[in-house]
């Protein structure tokens, strides 16, 4: 399994930007995806996460209301929408796709910027 992140860029705040994230193999529609994000120095931290039939999501307490998690099975994405971006939304934003407690998957993480 292969997850390949994108959309991350340099906004100001107050901005939206949407990440996309593309998966291969035949476990997406299975698997639970989720949004984590780290700071240079900082651990990695949850951002929001969907469950395979995409009835049931949650968020980190600091994007709630601002944040939206979305999937598509049938492109084997999940989505991240973000609005009202603010300079402590900066961050290496990664896709994790799970299956089961052994089925663990990472991309590369994509940069998000946001300027006051």
């Known amino acids: 399994v292969q997850l390949q992140a994108s959309g991350g860029g340099l906004v100001q705040a107050g901005a939206s930007l949407r990440l996309s994230c593309a998966a291969s193999?035949?476990?997406?529609?299975?698997?639970?995806l989720a949004w984590f994000r780290q700071v240079p120095g900082k651990e990695r931290e949850f951002v929001a996460f969907?469950?395979?039939?995409?009835?049931?999501?949650g968020y980190a307490d600091s994007v709630k209301g601002r944040f939206t998690i979305s999937r598509d099975n049938a492109k084997n994405t999940v989505y991240l929408h973000m609005d009202s971006l603010r300079p402590e939304d900066t961050a290496v934003y990664y896709c994790?796709?799970?299956?089961?407690?052994?089925?663990?998957?990472w991309g590369q993480g994509t940069l998000v910027t946001v300027s006051s």
């Open positions: 994790n796709q799970r299956r089961g407690v052994y089925e663990e998957y």
């Open positions: 193999g035949r476990s997406f529609r299975s698997a639970t």
């Open positions: 969907i469950r395979p039939s995409g009835s049931s999501l």
